[in-house]
C-alpha cells in the first residue's frame, strides 16, 4: 500500500515563527502536492511539485515555499507564521501521468496547525 | 472563480436510502473526475471515478453518473449505511505532467440507523 506519512499530526506555533511541515511517500511517486483543508472551502492547492527540485504555484502559495531536495519528501514552509494560516494541511502524492495513467492521489493523514 | 461546485453541503440520510451529491465543473480540459471520501482524523481517499468518455460507472453501491453536455456529474451511494457517514469530495483533472486536481468544497453525509 502506498504510505503518505506528515511529520505531525498537531502543531501549535506563534505568530512570526518560521515553519516546517514534512512529507514523505514511500511509492516512488514523481507528483507531490500540498493542500489546506479548511471547513466549508474544500481542498485548495498550495504547491505542486512534478519532479525533484520541480515546483509549482498552486491556487493559494501567498506567504507559503516549498522545498523538494529528494524525490520521497516534499516540505511546506510557512515563513513568517501568520493566524490565518491555522488550517488541516494535508500532503499528497501521484505518480506520473504519462507513465501510468493514473490521476489517483494519495493522502496522508494531514497536520493541524495553530498559530497563536 | 470556482471551477468545481458541489451541493448539497451537507446530507442526511435514513439507513437504507439513497444519498445523491452533484458536482458542476467549467472547464472543460478536465478529463478525470474522482470523488474522494474522508473518515475524521484521515485524509481524504480514493472512492471512485470516471472519465468524460463514459456516462457512468458503478462500483459496488456506489455510481458516478457523467453529463458532459451539462459538464455536471454526481455521486449515487445506494443503501447508505451508517459507515458511509463521512465528508465526499468531488473533484476534476487536468492531463498535465501532475495530473492537478481542482476540488468541490465537500458534502458531509450523516447516515442515520
Known amino acids: 500500500d502506498v504510505k503518505v506519512t506528515q511529520s505531525s499530526r498537531y502543531l501549535v506555533k506563534r505568530t512570526g515563527e518560521k515553519v516546517f511541515l514534512e512529507c514523505v511517500q514511500d511509492m516512488d511517486h514523481e507528483n507531490m502536492f500540498w493542500y489546506r483543508q479548511d471547513p466549508g472551502l474544500g481542498l485548495r492547492l498550495i504547491y505542486f511539485s512534478y519532479d525533484v527540485k520541480m515546483k509549482e504555484k498552486g491556487d493559494i502559495p501567498e506567504g507559503y515555499s516549498v522545498s523538494r531536495e529528494k524525490k520521497e519528501r516534499f516540505s511546506l514552509i510557512l515563513e513568517s507564521a501568520s493566524t490565518n494560516q491555522t488550517s488541516m494541511y494535508l500532503c499528497?502524492?501521484?505518480?506520473?501521468?504519462?507513465?501510468?495513467?493514473?490521476?489517483?492521489?494519495?493522502f496522508g493523514p494531514g497536520t493541524r496547525l495553530t498559530v497563536t | 472563480q470556482q471551477q468545481v461546485k458541489q451541493s448539497p453541503q451537507s446530507l442526511i440520510v435514513q439507513k437504507g436510502g439513497i444519498s445523491i451529491i452533484n458536482c458542476a465543473y467549467e472547464?472543460?480540459?478536465?478529463?478525470?473526475f474522482p470523488w474522494y471520501q474522508q473518515f475524521p482524523g484521515k485524509g481524504p481517499a480514493l472512492l471512485i471515478a470516471?472519465?468524460?468518455?463514459?456516462s457512468e460507472k458503478k462500483e459496488g453501491r456506489f455510481t458516478i453518473s457523467f453529463n458532459k453536455s451539462a459538464k455536471q456529474f454526481s455521486l449515487h451511494i445506494m443503501d447508505s449505511q451508517p459507515g458511509d457517514s463521512a465528508t465526499y469530495f468531488c473533484?476534476?483533472?487536468?492531463?498535465?505532467?501532475?495530473?492537478?486536481?481542482?476540488f468541490g468544497d465537500g458534502t458531509t453525509l450523516t447516515v442515520k440507523p
Open positions: 470516471i472519465r468524460p468518455d463514459v
Open positions: 473533484a476534476a483533472s487536468i492531463n498535465t505532467n501532475a495530473g492537478k486536481s481542482t
Open positions: 499528497a502524492s501521484s505518480p506520473a501521468i504519462r507513465a501510468s495513467g493514473n490521476y489517483e492521489q494519495y
Open positions: 472547464n472543460t480540459a478536465f478529463d478525470y
